[in-house]
């Protein structure tokens, strides 16, 4: 069984910057694509980014150039770095995991909430 923990959210000033962290545990790493979604109250939850093993990335288009993922093998992490924050990114942040095979995710992180002021 996947288990993901993340950690990183909080509150921040807009035009500041985060890192989000997301520890896998469970089973092999290398074999999940890893994604960041966030959901802000009211909204649907969406994706802001994923990465396959391979190291090949996607963003959603109001974050690129600003957020960054990024995964570490040899520690069994995934990270999202965060610059240019904007009042509108405020959201929970969730770290997931989906089997290669797999056509959508299928683990979830608890959440962390990032808050960015005006």
């Known amino acids: 069984q996947v288990e993901l923990a993340e950690f990183g959210g909080g509150l921040v000033q807009a035009g500041g910057s985060l890192r989000l962290s997301c520890v896998f545990s469970?089973?092999?790493?290398?074999?999940?694509?890893m994604g960041w979604f966030r959901q802000a109250p009211g909204k649907e939850r969406e994706l802001v980014a994923q990465?396959?093993?391979?190291?090949?990335?996607n963003e959603e288009d109001s974050v690129k150039g600003r957020f960054t993922i990024s995964r570490d093998h040899a520690k069994n992490m995934v990270f999202l770095q965060m610059h240019s924050l904007k009042p509108e990114d405020t959201a929970v942040y969730y770290c997931?995991?989906?089997?290669?095979?797999?056509?959508?995710?299928?683990?979830w992180g608890q959440g962390t909430q990032v808050t960015v002021s005006s």
């Open positions: 469970g089973r092999t790493f290398s074999m999940y694509v």
């Open positions: 990465i396959t093993s391979g190291g090949s990335t």
């Open positions: 997931a995991a989906k089997d290669i095979r797999s056509p959508s995710y299928d683990y």
